[in-house]
Nanobody, 124 residues
Framework: QVQLVESGGGLVQAGGSLRLSCAASGRTFSYNFMGWFRQPPGKEQEFVSAITWTGGTTLYADSVKGRFTISRENAKNTVFLQMNSLKPEDTGVYYC?????????????????WGQGTQVTVSS
């Protein structure tokens, strides 16, 4: 099993930036890539970004492409999500997730472990 703990959420003004962190511990060797999902208030959970541990292959949702950057520090078992030019539509609970699949994916069912979530609120 792997334990995931998100941090870095908070309240920011539109146009501002936040950097989310996801610290993984436990059986991290069982997971091939990490992802970020978010759930806006009253809406369905949606994919944000993902990155492989080996090679650093990345994927981004169209809604965040060009504004968000996912990265990782393998030695620290930590994944980051740098969020720039934030919009009110980015508001929601952001979840870190880990997947043991052999191919990078974007569906919730493709991920095995989830963090508790961190709230991101962007004011207009």
């Amino acid at each position: 099993q792997v334990q995931l703990v998100e941090s870095g959420g908070g309240l920011v003004q539109a146009g501002g930036s936040l950097r989310l962190s996801c610290a993984a511990s436990g059986r991290t060797f069982s997971y091939n890539f990490m992802g970020w999902f978010r759930q806006p208030p009253g809406k369905e959970q949606e994919f944000v970004s993902a990155i492989t541990w080996t090679g650093g292959t990345t994927l981004y949702a169209d809604s965040v492409k060009g504004r968000f950057t996912i990265s990782r520090e393998n030695a620290k078992n930590t994944v980051f999500l740098q969020m720039n030019s934030l919009k009110p539509e980015d508001t929601g609970v952001y979840y870190c997730a880990a997947s043991s699949r052999g191919y990078i994916a974007t569906r919730t069912q493709d991920f095995d472990s989830w963090g508790q979530g961190t709230q991101v609120t962007v004011s207009s």
